[in-house]
Structure formats: C-alpha cells, structure tokens
C-alpha cells in the first residue's frame, strides 16, 4: 500500500499563486506514475499533472494549467508537488495527489493510490 498526504490548499485571490506538496509513504518503490487531479463541485475528477521523470519522463499536463502549472518530484518518489501560477476562479476545486502503479492513459480509473485532497479557492 501507498500512502498519499496533500497539503498547501488554500485561499488566493484571481492572479495568485499556490504551491501543493504531496508527502507519499508505504510501498513508494511500486509507483510508476504520480499525478494531480482536481473536482469542482458538480465535476467529475479530472487530470490536471502527471510526472514520471524518476524514469527520465517528461511531465504533461492538461491543455486547461499548460504554462501556468508546474509538477516536479524527487526521484525518490516521495514527494511531489504542484505550483500554480497565474490563478484562475476556475481552477477553483478539490486537488488530489494521485499514484499508478502502472502505465495507462491519464484518467482516475488508472490510479491506484489517491490522498484526501486538498481545497484550493481562486476568488475572482
């Protein structure tokens, strides 16, 4: 088992920035893949990042964050973290830290391990 752990939500402001860190423990060396994902309420869970540059991956990233989101992670995998620049009301939502144990396409079925999120609030 993985355990996952978020933190860094918040409140900020139209224009702002936030940084989420994901603390993982357990059985780290299963991980293939970490992501974030993110629900608005009303939403389904949708992809936000995902990293596997322990393996020398480059990261990808939703067209909706592109140039605006960052993911980075120690090789160890055991951390890893979402900055966010340039917020947006929209991208207000739950934000969850997530791990496969497995490649797969980038949508929530894939991951294996999910922490308990972490709110982030963009007031306009």
């Known amino acids: 088992q993985v355990q996952l752990v978020e933190s860094g939500g918040g409140l900020v402001q139209a224009g702002g920035s936030l940084r989420l860190s994901c603390i993982t423990s357990?059985?780290?060396?299963?991980?293939?893949?970490t992501a974030w994902f993110r629900q608005a309420p009303g939403k389904g869970r949708e992809f936000v990042a995902g990293?596997?540059?322990?393996?020398?991956?480059?990261?990808n990233y939703a067209d909706s964050v592109k140039g605006r989101f960052t993911i980075s992670s120690d090789n160890a995998r055991r951390r890893v973290d979402l900055q966010m620049n340039s917020l947006e009301p929209e991208d207000t939502a739950v934000y969850y830290c997530a791990a496969a144990r497995h490649w797969g396409p980038d949508t929530p079925g894939v991951y294996d391990y999910w922490g308990q999120g972490t709110q982030v609030t963009v007031s306009s």
């Open positions: 990293d596997t540059s322990w393996i020398g991956g480059a990261p």
């Open positions: 357990g059985r780290v060396f299963s991980i293939y893949r």
